[in-house]
């Protein structure tokens, strides 16, 4: 937004109508310099353009005048910048794909697909947070290192369907891998975020002993239990009968993941359905904000020279006209 630099330069304005009013006075007075014994051969002639032009050169002088006081006041226009400085967080999400992952006790599909939404949904709404992602079944294998890409990651989260690792659930495996990837991260919160719906029945690391990495690393865990109470539909395909739906009851070691959370000051949540999940992501998001810090600065851009420059050239033209065409006899 333009301003004004040095505004009290503007009081110089003041002699603008000084000048103006000495002008009047003058001119109706009468400044001429020759003396006639009479006026009558010059009755009834017009007066000559010469005459009027000269109030014209008056006025260019007086806004060439204001033009240069305008000037002298520094007029600028201002551009405001924000600098973000953001202290963004480090975040792993250990997503599991074993077969009992394949539950359709969340609407509108399996575990898995629903899972894999929230997790895009969770992705998308971040900013400056750097995210990775690991898979895990029997092994866990990681996906996708941390990045800002988040474009790069959800391709990636997209490409994840069951039965592509060897069936089991090892949580201690998938911890000491998003662990691995976090075990060089210079930011000042690092995070897991396990997502799983089993008992850790494979792997060669134990979940608490993976929690005590953490703990060491100063990297928090946050667990979620995903799968409803009692029994769930699980689909069968049956050579005879073709795909077939059994109930199963649901086995969670909520106790395990209580006490992985609770070893690294994280928290164990269950979600039973979509939109407790939806609400346990966003809740983790609230927990584990990024701090970000605002730096405002604004830039000038000097806009006197495009006041200064006419002005010189008005008053050159202006002089130069007296002094050729419209001057007074000595």
């Known amino acids: 937004m333009p301003h004004l630099a040095d505004p009290w330069l503007l009081l110089a304005g003041i002699i603008l109508p000084l000048l103006v009013w000495r002008y009047v006075v003058l001119r109706r007075k009468g400044n001429g310099t020759l003396r006639f014994s009479s006026t009558i051969a010059t009755e009834g002639m017009s007066t000559p353009w010469t005459v009027r032009m000269q109030h014209v050169l008056f006025g260019a002088k007086v806004a060439a005048a204001a033009l240069l006081v305008i000037a002298m006041a520094r007029p600028q226009r201002g551009i405001e910048e924000e600098q973000i400085l953001a202290e963004g967080v480090d ?15 969340f609407e509108p599909k399996n575990r898995l697909f629903v899972a894999k939404a929230v997790v895009r949904q969770f992705v998308e709404g971040l900013r400056h947070d750097r995210v990775g992602l690991v898979a895990f079944a029997a092994k866990a294998f990681s996906r996708c290192p941390l990045t800002l890409d988040y474009g790069v990651l959800l391709n990636i989260l997209e490409d994840i369907r069951l039965g592509t690792i060897e069936d089991g659930t090892a949580i201690g495996n998938a911890l000491a891998t998003a662990l691995n990837r976090l075990r060089q991260s210079q930011a000042k919160s690092r995070v897991i975020i396990l997502v799983t719906d089993g008992v850790n029945n494979r792997g060669e690391i134990q979940p608490l002993d993976a929690a005590r990495m953490a703990q060491a690393l100063g990297v ?13 539909r699980f689909p069968v395909n049956d050579p005879a009968y073709g795909r077939m739906y059994m109930d199963l009851p649901v086995e969670i070691d909520e106790a395990l993941l209580t006490r992985i959370a609770e070893t690294t000051r994280g928290i164990y949540y269950r979600a039973t359905d979509r939109p407790s999940l939806e609400r346990i992501f966003q809740e983790i998001s ?9 730096k405002s600065y604004t830039r000038y851009h000097e806009l006197f020279p495009g006041l200064l420059l006419p002005a010189l050239a008005i008053v050159f ?3 130069a006209a007296e002094a050729v065409r419209f001057g007074k006899l000595p």
């Open 91 to 105: 975040i792993m999400v250990a997503l599991d794909a074993s077969g009992s992952m394949a539950a359709e006790d």
């Open 220 to 232: 928090r865990i946050y667990t979620i239990g995903v799968g409803s109470r009692g029994t769930a």
């Open 286 to 294: 609230r927990l584990e904000k990024t701090k970000i810090e605002t």
């Open 317 to 319: 033209v202006a002089a």
